[in-house]
């Protein structure tokens, strides 16, 4: 039973537009989300993450927005750059009591020049 | 300077053969893990030590055993490989169990 799911698998973006990607989870326990990306051949790799008491948090071109009365969050990529085509893995755990990171299966996003 | 490493990057082999794949991180963790990404590409944890304890054991068959010899090292051996084991494995490690995972590049095993 997924209880992180990333319904879009594939994203297309013309390059210097904005890239959005969306994660929906089931488990209501969850209070720390994260994203990954990862290029092919190698492991995924830290990008942002979000704490359940924010509903946003920043870091560069990249804005991850949090809804938890939707159980909803995602990751905004402005302006998107050739280098961001790779698979984004949304991810999420309850940080209290459990060491386990649940997994989306993954969005690839291509950008095209 | 590889942080996270693992070897073999890729692994053929036949049913039924034991085979281990070794994980090694130079960041000075305290925690490890192991990931199955399976065909519908979903990261599934495995197994996590900390500290070279067993902290996470997922419902994963018997027949995969992970080794800790120290806490820089997280191998993992599978015995009597089936064709369903053949998936691509990832090793991670983070500064302890709260702290962000840091992946390696991943074993691609098929089984055949």
């Known amino acids: 039973d997924q209880q992180v799911k990333q319904n879009s698998p594939s994203l297309s973006v013309q390059e210097g537009r904005i890239s959005i990607l969306n994660c929906d989870y089931t488990n209501s326990m969850f209070d720390y989300f994260l994203w990954y990306k990862k290029y092919p051949a190698e492991g995924p790799t830290f990008l942002i993450s979000i704490s359940s008491i924010k509903d946003k948090n920043e870091d560069g071109r990249f804005t991850v927005f949090l809804n938890k009365s939707a159980k909803h969050l995602s990751l905004h990529i402005v302006p998107s750059q050739p280098g961001d085509s790779a698979v984004y893995f949304c991810a999420a755990r309850v940080r209290s009591n459990d060491y386990k990171l649940s997994f989306g299966a993954g969005t690839t996003v291509t950008v095209r020049a | 300077d590889t942080a996270v490493s693992q070897t073999p990057k890729y692994l053929v082999t036949q049913m039924g053969n034991d085979k281990s794949i070794k994980c090694e991180q130079n960041?000075?963790?305290?925690?490890m893990y192991w990931y199955k990404q399976d065909s519908k590409k979903f990261l599934k944890i495995m197994f996590s030590y900390n500290n070279k304890e067993l902290i996470i054991n997922e419902t994963v068959p018997n027949r995969f055993s992970p080794k800790s010899p120290d806490k820089a090292h997280l191998n993992l051996h599978i015995n009597s490989l089936e064709l369903g084991d053949s998936a691509v494995y990832f090793c991670a490690s983070s500064q302890d169990l709260m702290q962000t995972q840091y992946f390696g590049p991943g074993t691609r095993l098929l089984v055949l």
């Open positions: 960041l000075g963790h305290d925690t």
